[in-house]
C-alpha cells in the first residue's frame, strides 16, 4: 500500500493542519483527505506543491507499507 507521510512530516517539522491547508490553497476536505491518506491516487502537481511546502523530496513522502502496518 502506498502511504503519504504528510501527517508525520506536519508533526515532525511542527506545522499544524491548518498551516497546511492555507498554504495548498486547495478545499479543507482535499487536503484533509491528502492526511490521512485517504486517496487512491495523487496526481504530479499536487504531489509536487505537497513536497515544495514541506521541503521534502518525493522519496521522504512517500512510503511503501506492507497490508496491516
Known amino acids: ?5 504528510i501527517k508525520e512530516i506536519l508533526e ?3 506545522l499544524s493542519k ?3 491547508v492555507k498554504n495548498m490553497d486547495r478545499g479543507y476536505r482535499s487536503c484533509s483527505k491528502l492526511i490521512d491518506n ?3 491516487s495523487i496526481r504530479f502537481d499536487t504531489l ?3 513536497c515544495r511546502i514541506l521541503k521534502v523530496t518525493p522519496g521522504e513522502l512517500i512510503i ?3 497490508e496491516g502496518q
Open 18 to 20: 491548518y498551516w497546511f
Open 38 to 40: 485517504d486517496v487512491s
Open 12 to 14: 515532525e517539522k511542527k
Open 1 to 5: 500500500m502506498v502511504y503519504l507521510r
Open 64 to 66: 511503501i507499507k506492507k
Open 48 to 50: 509536487e506543491k505537497v
